[in-house]
């Protein structure tokens, strides 16, 4: 539904419920072209269809509400917790006036027609500059100028859950779940997270995008949650690969589509194999997609081995191949594999599919 | 004095056409009729107005009932709605007017 059904059931709200008599203490607007908007006031994670700012007339932003994973683009809008941020946006509002806020510092303003790509291939056509455009044009520029960092830019948006964070979505930033990275942090269920790294957050939106901030190099990142009315200041070790999420819904034109996903080997199948490089990206093939076939693109096949990528075994950050050739690679490039298949060695050509927008 | 599927003919009835013009409207199918009578949906028109009204009369008050609800209607809708501005400086300067916060969508719609 992409939002569809939320964006209407907010839009229109009946004045007399809980949500529209707080939906009437603000000044609505709902803006569906992009044009004229201030994309670097309004950065966001521009692969989301539906996004709500709370601000002022000073255009400080109190917070964000939206945000989504690579499950659905609904995962995290609830009506619930959208009332719990409507109320929220009131207070701080309240606060903002009686000078109790910090004016944050205003980002520097970037619109539409700033970007080159977004100029030349949609608004002087006069087609809609759609949200996942800027985002992708940001990046092709990126790429073109050599600033292109596929960790931050390609892979936006970390999963909580990759933390180990399961949060109660109708209740806000309530935890309903913790395991791996942060149980032994000490995070409960029932903890409200109430900061990351020092910024304050309010909703799910928030804390998607003060995480996305994080420095994809980072160790460990601190939380601060609300417990029974206290504050408890957490310390989270970070796991491995942390940032990485799955890009299918995202249709980066930066990303080389390579059309197989595979599983790491464990130590135990690289000696059995015959693969001295230990620390290497040598992964088994478990999927191999239908596009694959269609495009031409290569000849993998399910349980083949590939363990490198034009001469190279390993990597200080991609465990697997197909991590290793979105990461260092570009799209459309073709490279070679070395593959073991049904124990024998062999080397096979790959072209990676580079995606386009019909506009 | 004539009976017909509507009841006795009143004795007022002297015109025949003024009582087919009553009989065609069909607005009074129980009267004088010891059935309870069902609820009329114009009880705002004194009944024996009703008796005596004609056609132009009856397509008056319906235009006039159809004008009322259009007018009224939209005024209603803005009671029972949200306003939504589309446009992001206008709702700027009503902030700024009205001393509220913004709350603003951003809806791509692929």
Known sequence: MAGRAFDAQVVLSPTDSPRGK???QYVCARITRMDDTDVGLFDRDWNNTL???????DEQIYMRYGGRDARSPDSYLNLSSLELALAKGLELHHQYQKGRLKNAERPKPLFPREIPLLLERTISRNTCV?????GDYLNVHREQDGKLDKLTHMYRSPDIRTLGIELDVPKGLVVNEVRDAVAPAGMKP????AAINGTPVWTFGDLQYHYDKVNRNAKRIQMAVVRAGAPVDLSITLPERWWWTDL????????????FDSVPLTDQEKREHGLVERRGFASKVKRVDMFAEMTKSHELRVGDIVFG???????????TAELFIKLRKTAGETVTLDVIRDGKRMQMKLKSYKMSFRK | MTESFFGPAPDYARSATLWRRLRSLRLEPCYNSSNPRPKRA???IPRRKVRFMRKPEILFFIVLAC??????SPLLAQDDEIRWLDNYRLAIQEAKRTQKPIFLEFRCEP
């Not at chain 1, 299918?248 to 059309?259: A, G, N, S």
């Not at chain 1, 990528?309 to 465990?319: L, P, T, W, Y």
Request: hydrophobic fraction near 45%.
């Open chain 2, 42 to 44: 114009w009880s705002f």
């Open chain 1, 309 to 319: 990528v034009d001469d190279v075994q390993r990597d200080e950050v991609a465990n």
């Open chain 1, 248 to 259: 299918t819904f995202r249709q980066w034109t930066i990303e080389p589509r390579v059309y």
């Open chain 1, 22 to 24: 707080l939906l009437s």
């Open chain 1, 51 to 57: 996004y709500y700012f709370m601000m002022n007339s």
């Open chain 1, 190 to 193: 029932g903890d409200r997270i």
């Open chain 1, 130 to 134: 759609e949200c996942h455009l800027i």
């Open chain 2, 67 to 72: 004008l009322v609800l259009a007018v009224a």
